[in-house]
């Protein structure tokens, strides 16, 4: 059987090996997963169940339940200061992935190419090939505290790409960009004419002050797609619920490649996600809240054990220097020796060498014992 060549182009995922090491041992304290260890809030679970029991079981429309669509725009409009139109700028997803896969497809044509800040989510250098793109490598600097710049856009080319992608709470540094920091990357994209797909799925875990979207800034929101949902700050993974905002021209696009592929995003999810923004606020914050001392507590861990690592103020990771030069090797004398499961950080592209990802999505008991492996490993 003949394979794609764009497929024969992409490895398979780091993150995927680790996690496989991880699972043919015992005693494993896992910090690699990027899921919450939180449940879905009882509210947005006894919705799901409710749509069941009354038989919603059918395709929604193409772009998600209009109430969904409202409920998105309304809390857009009052968390993010962002005014979109529930019917003609909200695509409701199967997950943000699908989102930002519907919009790789949807401005991509063959050859051009699209500028991803590094490190970054795995998945946007694959998604780019998959659409027949060229990803044009953006390495943000430690020195930077992982913030994306003009200067590192000039210096990558990126004024040649057609598009920019980057996330923001960011994972894997868990680096936040406040509006100082966004408005020389939007001179930068509308200068350069860029489009800009921002994924925001980790806005909701944001520790030192309020988050910002680049739609927000002057001349941005025609030229930007937000990619937000609910896996991560509802403890949603599960549901695969995400959505995008976007100008009426690119959501007809991306609903022209969901409509063929997806057809609607799940609907029992839809019902639990209309819930969650109605009512499950207050576990949003607590959620954040236990997030917040877990990052506080392993920072300072890290600090205790000299290890080097910048003050991660968003998302659920930190990311700290390798303790060896090899980090690859480091995360694996550590799982095979230890029993503590990383990233080496490299997995996430240009910029991550020398590094590590650690997730504090875990309890704090299960952090404790993990911090005392670690220090008992390097001494």
Not at 240 to 265: D, F, T, V
Request: glycine residues 8%; proline residues 6%.
């Amino acid at each position: 059987m003949k394979i794609s060549e764009r497929v024969n182009q992409v490895p398979p995922s780091g993150i995927r090996r680790f996690f496989e090491l991880a699972e043919e041992m015992d005693d494993v304290i896992s910090l690699g997963v990027g899921e919450p260890d939180f449940t879905a809030p009882w509210s947005a679970r006894e919705a799901a169940i409710d749509s069941l029991e009354r038989g919603k079981t059918s395709y929604t429309a193409n772009r998600g339940m209009r109430e969904l669509r409202e409920a998105i725009a309304g809390r857009a409009a009052t968390e993010y200061d962002l005014d979109y139109d529930p019917d003609e700028e909200i695509l409701v997803t199967a997950g943000a992935s699908e989102a930002i896969d519907a919009a790789f497809r949807a401005f991509c044509d063959p050859g051009d190419t699209v500028a991803v800040a590094q490190p970054s989510y795995v998945s946007y250098v694959p998604g780019v090939v998959f659409a027949g793109g060229e990803p044009l490598p953006v390495p943000t600097r430690e020195a930077d505290e992982f913030r994306l710049t003009a200067e590192v856009l000039r210096e990558a080319g990126a004024e040649e790409a057609e598009a920019l992608v980057y996330c923001y709470p960011n994972n894997p540094t868990g680096a936040t960009m406040r509006e100082e920091h966004l408005e020389p990357v939007a001179a930068f994209a509308r200068e350069h004419d860029l489009t800009v797909l921002a994924d925001e799925i980790y806005a909701d875990l944001t520790y030192d002050g309020d988050h910002t979207s680049i739609a927000t800034l002057p001349g941005m929101r025609e030229r930007t797609v937000v990619f937000n949902g609910f896996s991560k700050a509802y403890a949603m993974t599960g549901l695969r619920l995400g959505y995008a905002l976007a100008p009426p021209e690119a959501i007809q696009a991306m609903n022209r490649i969901h409509q063929y592929g997806m057809l609607s995003a799940p609907t029992t999810a839809q019902y639990a996600a209309l819930d969650a923004l109605e009512h499950c606020s207050d576990d949003v914050q607590e959620m954040r809240a236990q997030y917040d001392r877990r990052r506080r507590f392993v920072l300072s861990r890290f600090a205790e054990m000299g290890i080097e690592c910048f003050e991660a103020t968003g998302a659920f990771y930190v990311f700290p220097e390798s303790p060896w030069e090899d980090a690859e090797a480091f995360a694996e004398a550590l799982l095979e020796e230890c029993g503590v499961a990383m990233v080496p950080g490299d997995v996430f592209g240009a910029g991550g060498e020398g590094h590590l990802r650690v997730s504090y999505a875990t309890g704090l008991n299960e952090l404790r014992e993990a911090m005392d492996r670690i220090e008992a490993f390097l001494e």
